[in-house]
Structure formats: C-alpha cells, structure tokens
C-alpha cells in the first residue's frame, strides 16, 4: 500500500480534480475540511473534475462553499461549470446555493461565460431561474 506524503488537504484537491468518488469520501470521512485550500490556494470545488457531478454532490453535501472565488480571476464553480457547458453540475451548484448573479474579475456572470462559450443549455437554464 502506497502512503501519501501529501498534505490532506492536497489529497482532497486531487481526488476531486480526478474525479475520484470514493477518495473524496474518504478523506471527509477523515475530517479533512472541505473547504481548505490546496498548495495553490484552490479548494477542492474549485479544482474538481466539473463533469463529476457526483463529486460535485459529496463535496456539496459535506459544506463546500459553492461561491468560493478564484484569487486571480474572481471566477466561482459556477463559473467554472457555466464554461465548460457542464450542466448537471451547474443545476447541482444552483440546488447547493451557488449565486447565479456572482461576477468574476471581467463583470461576467455564469450565464455570460456559458453564452461566450456556446453553452445553450446552460444560458437556457440559467435563464429559468
């Protein structure tokens, strides 16, 4: 069995990042808080495989701030989801709270990011709410 050198919070961030369901929960499990950040200061939101959504849902259920912004880019998950044309992890973040009206350092809202990329099911259900 291999053991980890890195620091909890790193192991969360890259569970998440690839998608990896059961370490994620594990590693909550353990007690590792859901919302610190990694060595490069982004939280396992932040970081996690967007098109995971059942990542997205164990992170959420164990207190994930789903309006967590990007140091650099004022970006949020749902900002990240929205880009990506990821749209069961945007209505998971939606159902989670996340601020739909959140703007990023450009003054873009999620609906905004996902109408520059293409994302029409996304603009669609956005513009439900």
Same mark, same amino acid.
Request: proline content about 4%; glycine content about 6%.
């Given at each position: ?90 209505? @998971? ?17 999620? @609906? ?18």
């Amino acid at each position: 069995m291999l053991v980890s050198t890195a620091a909890p919070e790193d192991e969360l961030a890259s569970a998440a990042a690839t998608g990896n369901t059961e370490r994620v929960g594990i590693l909550l499990q353990d007690g590792v808080d859901v919302n610190a950040v990694n060595c490069f200061g982004r939280t396992p939101l932040q970081v996690m495989m967007m098109g995971s959504t059942a990542v997205a849902h164990l992170l959420l259920r164990h207190g994930a701030n789903p309006n967590v912004s990007d140091c650099h880019t004022g970006a949020t998950p749902l900002h990240d989801a929205a880009r990506e044309g990821f749209l069961e992890t945007v209505e @998971i973040l939606i159902q989670f709270h996340a601020d739909k009206n959140a703007t990023d350092n450009r003054n873009y809202r999620p @609906i905004d990011v996902a109408r520059e990329n293409g994302h029409l099911e996304v603009v669609s259900y956005l513009e439900s709410l």
